[in-house]
């Protein structure tokens, strides 16, 4: 019989496939290219959908009592990170770069380096998520090593993900900046959707600081005006 912690990493692997496959089905939508590059993109936009909720899980859960269950996911999600990451980080080093595997650092340091810290930072988190390391490290430090390196994991790949698409997240934020057909739906790309979710982790993550009445009234606004802004990104800008 499966133990829970087992069954635990299957959810959370099925999870992840649902999401790398999810997406790439939504990349390929948007840039009308299948292959290896699209595979590549959903990759790295699952590595920051899974952390970010990871992040979102601990806010979810004070704020609203339906997300209690979902607590527990957290380590294997968390995981499931750095497996996606480092794949991701393998294709662009590897099967995906014209100029070698340092070809991307030389010519992109500022958003390269911070991308292969925030993969070091997983691996750390990773190889310390067993018995043994919360043994070894005694609970407190080893919870304090998770609490904020998953945080700084998530700014990295945050800061990451801006620097290299900070031009195509500003042509959407601009009325009249992409070509619309009318009458089409225009199906914005996934770095669009990363943004968003960034911005929503933020501010959810900050209105706790107003208390818990606030917080979920600014995360119930919050998370339907990106349902919204998206709406208007396909259908109406
Ligand atoms: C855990 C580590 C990393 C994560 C989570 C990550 C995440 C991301 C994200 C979210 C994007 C935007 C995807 C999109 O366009 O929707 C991206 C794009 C990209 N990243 Fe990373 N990244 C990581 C490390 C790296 C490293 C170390 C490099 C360079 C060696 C790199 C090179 C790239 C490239 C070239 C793209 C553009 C891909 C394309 O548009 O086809 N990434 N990454």
Redesign the pocket.
């Known amino acids: 019989m499966l133990t829970n912690d087992i069954l635990q990493y299957i959810y959370a692997g099925l999870f992840t496939i649902a999401w790398v496959f999810g997406l790439y089905e939504v ?1 390929v939508i948007a840039s009308g290219e299948p292959g290896l ?1 699209a595979l ?2 959903s990759l ?2 699952s ?2 959908f899974l952390l970010g909720t990871v992040l979102l899980l601990g806010p979810l859960s004070r704020l609203f009592n339906r997300f209690d269950w979902a607590l527990k996911y957290r380590k294997e999600l968390g995981i499931m990170s750095f497996f996606t ?2 794949t ?2 393998y294709l ?2 590897f099967p995906l770069a014209p100029n070698g595997p340092w070809g ?2 030389q010519a ?1 340091p500022l ?2 380096y911070p ?2 810290e ?2 070091i930072v ?1 691996f750390v988190l990773f190889a310390i998520s067993n018995r043994y390391a919360t043994l070894a490290l005694g609970a407190k430090l080893w919870w304090q090593i998770q609490y904020w390196g998953a945080r700084l ?1 998530f700014a990295l ?1 945050a800061f ?2 801006i620097v ?2 900070q031009k195509i997240i500003v042509s959407w934020l601009i009325p009249g900046n992409v070509p619309m057909t009318p009458g089409e739906v225009h199906y914005p ?3 669009i959707w ?1 943004a968003q979710f960034v911005l929503l982790i933020l501010v959810i993550r900050l209105s706790e600081l107003f208390g818990v009445k606030a917080a979920r009234i600014i995360t119930i606004v919050m998370s339907l005006s990106v349902v919204l802004m998206m709406a208007w990104a396909m259908f109406l800008r």
Do not use: C, D, Q, W
Request: no cysteine; proline share 3%.
């Open positions: 990349e590059s590549n993109v790295a936009a590595t920051l990451g480092f991701h980080v662009v080093m991307l650092y992109r958003s390269a991308g292969l925030a993969l997983l994991a790949i990451h993900m290299l698409k790309p996934l770095v990363e």
